[in-house]
C-alpha cells in the first residue's frame, strides 16, 4: 500500500518537474518509487524514441549514464539531467571507441552495429545502433554479403546470428555482469521445478543462449521460451494465460510485470540478478536532481553529431514497445 510520506513525496516530485519544464523518464530496471512517480517508463528503445520528442526542455533520464547520452545525442538543445552521473554499466564499459577503430581496421567494408550500451564515442564510430528490441531487424537491414561487426555484447550477438543465420558476423566478446551471472545451469534447476512456468529471458543474459540450446534439446519447452528486450517482456506480459512466469534479467524488472498483469506470479531466475548502477538513483538523488539541477550530461557536439546518425537509424528500425505512462 503507498503511505503518505510516499504520496507527498511523489506529489512534490511531480509539482518540481512542472515547474522546471522537466520530464522524467524511467528504464524499467529502477526502484519501484522511480518507475511509478516518472512520466514514462520503458525499455531502452522506448526511451530513445520519447526523449527525441518530448516537448519539455528538460529530461531528468532515471537510468544508467549510456541512456543519458543518447537522450544528449537527440535532443542536443535540452538540458539532460542524470541523478547521479556515476550510475555506469559494465557492458559499456567492455569496449573504447579506440578499439572499436582498431577492430574496423582489421575489417575494412564491414558494418559496424553496437548495442546501445555504449559511450557516445563508440556510437560515432557505429554505423547503426540497436536494442535488444530490435537487433534481429537491424541486422536483417544490411546485405546479406556484407559482413557485419557487432559489439559489444557476446550473449546477444550469439541470439542475433541464431536469428539471422549469418555466418559473417563477427562478435565482440562484451558482456553484462549482472545478466552474465545468470546462468543456464540455474535456469535449468528452476524449470525443473516449475514444469508449467512459461520463461521470459533477455538476451544479453549467459542463459540466452542455452535457452535456445535447451529449447532444441526439449529440456525447456521450446513453446514456452521467450527471448524478449525489457519492453517485449511487457508486452507479452500483457497477454500471457500462464499462472506463473519465471524471468532471467535484472529483478527491477519485476515491478511493472506485476503491475500489468496482476494475475499472474513472476518470479526472478536469480534473485541477485541486481544492476548496481540502476540503483544509484534513488527517490532522495531524483528529488535533488530536480531542485539543483545536477549531474548535468553533455556531449562534444562533433561526438553527438556523428553518432546522431547511428542512433537514428536505429530509432527508424523496429517496432516500438509500448511504454508505461
Ligand atoms: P533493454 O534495451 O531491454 O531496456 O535493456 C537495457 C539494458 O541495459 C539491459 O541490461
Ligand atoms: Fe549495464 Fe548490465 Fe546494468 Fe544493463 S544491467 S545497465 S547492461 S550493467
Redesign the pocket.
Known amino acids: 500500500m503507498t503511505s503518505t510520506v510516499d504520496t507527498q513525496w511523489a506529489e512534490r516530485i511531480r509539482a518540481l518537474a512542472a515547474e522546471k519544464d522537466a520530464v522524467i523518464l524511467a528504464?524499467?530496471y529502477q526502484v519501484p518509487e522511480i518507475q511509478d512517480v516518472a512520466h514514462h517508463v520503458g525499455?531502452?528503445?522506448a526511451l530513445s524514441r520519447i526523449a527525441a520528442t518530448v516537448p519539455q526542455s528538460t529530461i531528468i533520464f532515471c537510468g544508467v549514464h549510456f541512456m543519458a547520452e543518447t537522450a544528449k545525442i537527440l535532443s542536443y538543445d535540452k538540458t539532460i539531467i542524470i541523478p547521479d552521473e556515476r550510475a555506469g554499466c559494465s557492458l559499456a564499459d567492455t569496449i573504447t571507441a579506440d578499439q572499436l577503430r582498431e577492430w574496423k581496421a582489421q575489417h575494412p567494408g564491414a558494418v559496424v552495429v553496437s548495442y546501445v550500451?555504449t559511450t557516445a564515442a563508440v556510437k560515432a564510430e557505429t554505423d547503426i545502433c540497436c536494442?535488444?528490441?530490435n537487433a534481429v531487424e537491424v541486422v536483417q537491414s544490411i546485405p546479406a554479403d556484407v559482413p557485419v561487426l557487432f559489439c559489444p555484447d557476446q550473449f546477444l550477438g550469439a541470439h542475433v546470428q541464431r536469428m539471422t543465420k549469418r555466418n559473417n558476423m563477427h562478435i565482440w566478446m562484451g558482456e553484462?555482469h549482472v545478466?552474465a551471472g545468470i546462468n543456464g545451469s540455474e535456469l535449468k534447476a528452476m524449470v525443473a521445478s516449475e514444469p508449467d512456468a512459461e520463461l521470459f529471458v533477455?538476451p544479453?543474459c549467459g542463459c540466452a543462449t542455452s535457452a535456445m540450446y535447451l529449447a532444441s534439446e526439449g529440456v525447456v519447452p521450446a513453446e514456452r521460451t521467450h527471448i524478449l528486450?525489457?519492453?517485449g517482456m511487457l508486452d507479452a506480459a500483457r497477454t500471457t494465460k500462464a499462472k506463473k512466469v519465471l524471468v532471467a534479467t535484472?529483478t527491477g524488472m519485476l515491478h511493472q510485470l506485476r503491475k500489468v498483469n496482476v494475475t499472474t506470479v513472476f518470479e526472478p531466475v536469480n534473485r541477485a540478478a541486481v544492476c548496481k548502477y540502476m540503483k544509484m538513483i534513488t527517490p532522495e538523488k531524483l528529488e535533488n536532481a530536480l531542485l539543483h539541477g545536477t549531474d548535468v550530461v553533455d556531449v562534444p557536439r562533433d561526438i553527438a553529431d556523428k553518432a546522431r546518425l547511428s542512433v537514428e537509424r536505429m530509432i527508424a528500425i523496429g517496432t516500438p514497445s509500448r511504454v508505461g505512462e
Do not use: A, I, P
Open positions: 528504464h524499467n525499455d531502452s528503445l550500451n536494442t535488444s528490441s553484462c545478466h533477455h544479453e528486450s525489457t519492453g535484472e
